[in-house]
């Protein structure tokens, strides 16, 4: 297979075909070799995340799809603000809330309890074993918010009145 050639801005596209009803012609969808190699990148954390949150896979890997279609529609302004995976982790919990349905996972049911940021912190690091870097760059944040938000759902959950939390927690990690 030749060498894909290189685009204006120097990248190798990357074509995905779009099949058109009977009788009119294809499009082809060209993506930039860098949104390519993000997607590449992220999606398998992507797709185990949203399947800890939503019951159904076919569900959760279509808020993935459906995420990075968001990114890839404004890909030139994600990279222009330098906060490409924070916006793309936004994309991605924007599509999962959207398609949450009502069988709710334990991991869902911390989103009730504790803010939404210590809960994808303590998704990924403590239920998806992440580490605190992988964590991080995930989030499109520092290591050290991290460690914090990770430091502040440990005193929720050791607070005296935070059943509801630890009953939720313990399910969360053994599903």
Not at 136 to 163: C, K, N, Y
Request: with cysteine.
């Amino acid at each position: 297979m030749p060498p894909a050639s290189l685009t204006a801005d120097g990248s190798s596209p990357h074509t995905t075909p779009v099949h058109p009803p009977l009788g009119e012609q294809a499009i082809t969808v060209v993506l930039p070799a860098d949104f390519a190699a993000f997607c590449q990148l992220h999606h398998e954390i992507y797709q185990h995340f949203a399947h800890h949150l939503l019951a159904n896979h076919d569900t959760a890997a279509d808020a993935v799809q459906r995420a990075l279609g968001d990114l890839a529609a404004s890909w030139n302004q994600a990279l222009a603000g330098h906060h490409t995976t924070a916006i793309a982790w936004e994309a991605l919990t924007h599509r999962i809330q959207r398609a949450h349905t009502p069988a709710n996972t334990p991991a869902s049911a911390l989103y009730a309890l504790v803010p939404a940021a210590e809960a994808d912190a303590a998704v990924l690091h403590r239920i998806m074993r992440l580490s605190i870097t992988t964590t991080a760059a995930t989030l499109g944040t520092e290591s050290t918010t991290v460690t914090s938000l990770l430091a502040t759902f440990d005193r929720r959950l050791a607070a005296g009145t935070a059943t509801a939390l630890r009953a939720c927690w313990r399910a969360a990690r053994q599903a």
